[in-house]
């Protein structure tokens, strides 16, 4: 099969390409390009061809750091077609990649895609000189459920503790879930963030950071912040994104200020509604821990997520392909971080 490749600059034609693709996440959007140029990256957005029909994309991310700049590929290549000749059309990505890098003096590439872990997928990377990079940036196990169920069905499938919290939330008068789209309740989930992030020892991300995604989203009213409130106190918030029949929780805190209030399942309960309400099929409740790792630093957010029922996906290991001497310094101080950090 002749393929080819080109940048592609039109909204529609990005969007509309992966509206028929199946296995997607919100970080190869359009607006994930956006807001990564609001966050002062380099991007490039290419698409493989075959002769007229696009068949593939990939959205690409010129990453600077310290110790090592690199391009990132976030949850792609996306392919249309299961069937399609992966090994060539990651090839066709490899090649303009390369040269891109060349170009940029980047270090190394790094591919944090959405292919299924199997072991034909790790023979395509392999093949091509890829190697299993030291750390993770996006998730490599989720947790999804689809939601194209009723409410009632919804609840009969979570797990009993999970359903009953859900109920004593909403039977509690005192505790409320609102939603908002005004960019100043953004500073309410910031210091919440901040607040979580002291308790459980990691490193949020930057206001600017947060406040950047929620604009680029906002755009094309495809985000939405969501709080618990008890009494006068906000015990929970949460960054909701909606896009193209998949709704993600991508960002959430909490604090324990009244530990019997079931603040943070009513408010996972409204966004899952929401979702529902705009027309989701599909909830993906972001990264989890391996399931039966209970030492992991996420294994108390895990359990949280999977009482609301759904399923595990689990994507390909991060991908590297050095271009440097520089990339292995890079890579022992990435792998002494990840040992530190308990992952």
């Not at 080109?6 to 969007?15: A, L, R, V, Y």
């Not at 792609?76 to 992966?86: A, F, L, N, Q, Y």
């Not at 390369?98 to 944090?112: L, W």
Request: net charge positive; charged share 30%; hydrophobic share 40%.
């Amino acid at each position: 099969m002749e393929l080819r490749i080109q940048e592609i600059k039109n909204k529609n034609i990005w969007e509309n390409f992966l509206l028929n693709c199946e296995e997607k996440t919100f970080l190869i959007s359009w607006n994930w390009g956006e807001f990564n140029k609001m966050m002062g990256n380099k991007i490039w957005r290419f698409g493989i061809f075959e002769k007229e029909n696009l068949i593939s994309v990939a959205l690409v991310i010129k990453i600077g750091a310290r110790r090592g700049t690199f391009l990132l590929v976030p949850h792609g290549p996306v392919i249309k077609e299961r069937k399609s000749k992966k090994d060539e059309i990651l090839k066709i990505f490899l090649e303009e990649l390369v040269k891109t890098g060349k170009k940029e003096k980047v270090d190394f590439i790094r591919i944090s895609s959405i292919w299924e872990i199997n072991e034909e997928n790790i023979k395509i990377f392999k093949d091509l000189g890829f190697r299993e990079a030291p750390i993770h940036i996006h998730p490599e196990i989720t947790w999804e459920l689809d939601i194209s169920f009723s409410e009632e069905e919804l609840l009969a499938k979570m797990r009993k503790t999970t359903r009953y919290l859900i109920r004593k939330g909403e039977k509690d008068s005192l505790l409320k879930v609102y939603q908002t789209k005004d960019l100043k309740n953004l500073e309410i989930f910031n210091q919440l963030y901040i607040e979580l992030a002291k308790k459980e020892n990691f490193v949020p991300f930057p206001k600017k950071y947060l406040e950047n995604e929620f604009l680029a989203f906002l755009s094309d009213n495809q985000i939405s912040l969501f709080f618990s409130q008890y009494k006068d106190d906000i015990l929970a918030g949460g960054m909701f994104i909606f896009w193209q029949k998949i709704g993600f929780y991508h960002h959430g805190a909490s604090i324990k200020k009244y530990p019997s209030v079931p603040a943070s399942y009513l408010l996972l309960w409204e966004a899952i509604k929401e979702a529902k309400k705009r027309g989701c099929e599909k909830f993906n409740f972001w990264g989890i821990a391996p399931i039966f790792d209970s030492k992991h630093p996420w294994a108390g957010l895990t359990l949280f997520k999977m009482g609301f029922g759904g399923q595990k996906k689990e994507y390909l290991k991060t991908q590297d392909f050095p271009l440097s001497k520089k990339y292995w310094l890079n890579y022992f101080i990435e792998k002494l971080r990840k040992i530190k950090r308990g992952f």
